[in-house]
């Protein structure tokens, strides 16, 4: 019987307490006379947590119970509030400082699924070929049907070396199956540097870290040694990060005193304004900003303070919409909540969140629609959306986002058979390279040669086919020769890579990448917004 009494007095009082405080401290004289009645739902929370404290058939577990509780309270406040557990707190903000071994993906659990935002640039995942959008069902073989968010990197990360094999599934295919070879996920930002020609300098940023900015300040003064006069800025799969090295970023293309962002909440500590200042950026740089549905937060700052200053032409396809600002409050147990408390504004006024008034699902439903620009951003839709204006008087759109002012879809169609091959765990592209690479010497010191004239022959081409056979990988060979050039395209960054790094093997992959090519068209109406800037 006493052990009985404790069982139900120790959670009760915790509620209890709890209520205490609250009502007793200004915050509680607030919602006291908020007319919500806070009081009577904690009463009936304590109602609960004795109830099953008592009654429910086996003795809960009140540490998972509890923080059960917890999670849902901030998860059904918007999207991106959530609860830290103590235990994972001490590496939450792991991904903006240091390092860590795993598969490399940006994701959250959506729908009950573990969804991925972003793979990665460079990282297992990505080389793979795990898209945005794709849900992972099961993790070796176990279902990852509403998996806790904290739990998702315990079960895909580990050391280097060591294999995960997860179960893909995508739209209009059925669920696969994917093994995928840890490593270490380098936290850098800036995934790749490089003159895309003579005059166009081409630098892709993966995330907004502690280093953000001097990274990019570092590959822009290079790329303006190796004669730059103009840039494309790849935001692309960026699904955002910290605040100020967006603001950082924005500063280094803005002249004078101009408004980057500026965020609006209930609390006056979250209502702020941010503005450029920056003598000695790259204003008078043409530039053209690549952004997609996977270009998320910070990502959406630096585009849209761009735009709205009408400083470049923005590219590609309707950004994400996430504009919330989050901060992080610790809490007793060495827990914490991270909350929102304002909303991101664009200089014109525009807001950057999408809306959320309905369930997560809802929220994230129209995200990966094949057609999501259309729905956003067509002739049809444009008249119920709310319009606002950049500096010159150009007309631009709200309603979540930010829409480029050229809409551009990513082309790459490629059959399943091509997709198993490029992900399959044997890593294939880059056994062949790696043992062919002698072959390909000559051309190590003669990187022009290399971009300019190496096209991987049919021979090789069917040599590579040779080694898949050997490595018993069940595709369609006819189905494969079908995307012949998208595979020796891929052979010779993987060539490229093995000669020069990461930059040379973006450099062979962005030739092919119609939406690169298709910003360079660009810049004559980027030369002409800065033209007009300065009068």
């Known amino acids: 019987m006493k052990r009985k009494i404790r069982r139900i007095t120790i959670p009760g009082l915790i509620a209890i307490i709890a209520v205490t405080v609250l009502l007793l401290s200004p915050f509680g004289e607030k919602i006291a006379a908020s007319g919500n009645d806070l009081y009577l739902k904690l009463k009936v929370m304590n109602d609960i947590i004795s109830i099953v404290n008592d009654y429910y058939v086996e003795v809960p577990d009140w540490d998972k119970v509890m923080e059960g509780a917890y999670s849902g309270i901030m998860e059904s406040l918007d999207p991106h509030s959530f609860y830290i557990t103590k235990k994972d707190l001490s590496g939450i903000n792991e991904e903006f400082s240091g390092k860590f071994e795993g598969i490399g ?17 460079g990282a297992p995942a990505e080389k793979v070929g795990i898209e945005v959008g794709d849900k992972i069902v099961k993790i070796n073989g176990e279902s990852a049907y509403k998996i806790k968010r ?18 893909i599934r995508r739209p209009g295919v059925e ?8 490593d270490e996920i380098p936290l850098y930002s800036v995934s790749a540097a490089f003159m895309l020609d003579d005059s166009t300098g081409y630098i892709f940023v993966n995330r907004f870290s502690g280093t953000t900015a001097k990274e990019v300040i570092s590959a822009l003064d290079r790329l303006r040694s ?11 799969n960026n699904g955002g990060g910290l605040m100020d090295q967006a603001i950082n970023i924005a500063d280094l293309f803005l002249d004078g005193h101009k408004m980057i962002v500026y965020t609006k909440g209930r ?38 303070a761009i735009q709205d200053h009408d400083r470049g032409v923005i590219v590609g396809e309707t950004s994400f919409g996430k504009g919330l600002v989050q901060r992080q409050y610790p809490l007793r147990d060495g827990s914490a909540i991270r909350m929102t408390i304002a909303r991101y504004y664009t200089p014109s006024g525009r807001l950057i969140q999408r809306p959320y008034d309905g369930t997560l699902e809802e929220y994230y439903e129209n995200l990966y629609e094949t057609d999501r620009d259309s729905l956003l951003a067509a002739r049809d839709s444009v008249e119920s959306r709310p319009q606002y204006q950049t500096d010159a008087g150009r007309i631009v759109y709200g309603g979540g986002g930010i829409s480029p ?29 790696n043992q062919t690479a002698k072959e390909y010497r000559k051309y190590k010191n003669k990187k022009d040669k ?28 006819d189905n494969i020769r079908k995307d012949a050039d998208y595979i020796k395209m891929m052979l010779k960054a993987e060539l490229a890579r093995e000669f020069w790094g990461y930059d040379e093997y ?20 980027a030369r002409k917004m800065l033209s007009g800037e300065r009068g």
């Open 105 to 121: 993906i940006e994701f959250d659990v959506l729908d009950g699924y573990i969804t991925v935002i972003a793979p990665v640039a």
């Open 150 to 167: 904290e739990n998702v990197s315990k079960k895909l990360r580990g050391p280097k070396g060591t294999t995960v094999t997860v179960t």
């Open 175 to 182: 669920d696969f199956d994917v093994t995928i070879t840890r």
């Open 226 to 236: 190796e004669g730059m006069k103009r840039l494309v800025l790849d935001l692309r």
């Open 267 to 304: 609390i006056r500590g979250a209502n702020d304004e941010f503005y450029s200042g920056r003598l000695d950026g790259y204003g008078n740089v043409p530039l053209v900003i690549l952004i997609n549905r996977g270009s998320a937060s910070a990502s959406e700052i630096v585009s849209g």
């Open 405 to 433: 002012d050229h809409h551009v879809k990513f082309e790459r169609d490629l059959s399943r058979d091509t997709y198993k091959l490029l992900r399959h765990p044997s890593r294939v592209l880059f056994e062949y390279t």
């Open 450 to 477: 290399f971009f300019g004239k190496l096209e991987i022959s049919d021979n090789d081409f069917e040599d590579f086919l040779t080694k898949v056979r050997e490595k018993d990988i069940n595709v369609d060979f």
């Open 506 to 525: 973006y450099r062979v992959i962005r030739t092919y990448d119609n939406q690169v090519r298709e910003a360079i068209q660009y810049f004559g109406e």
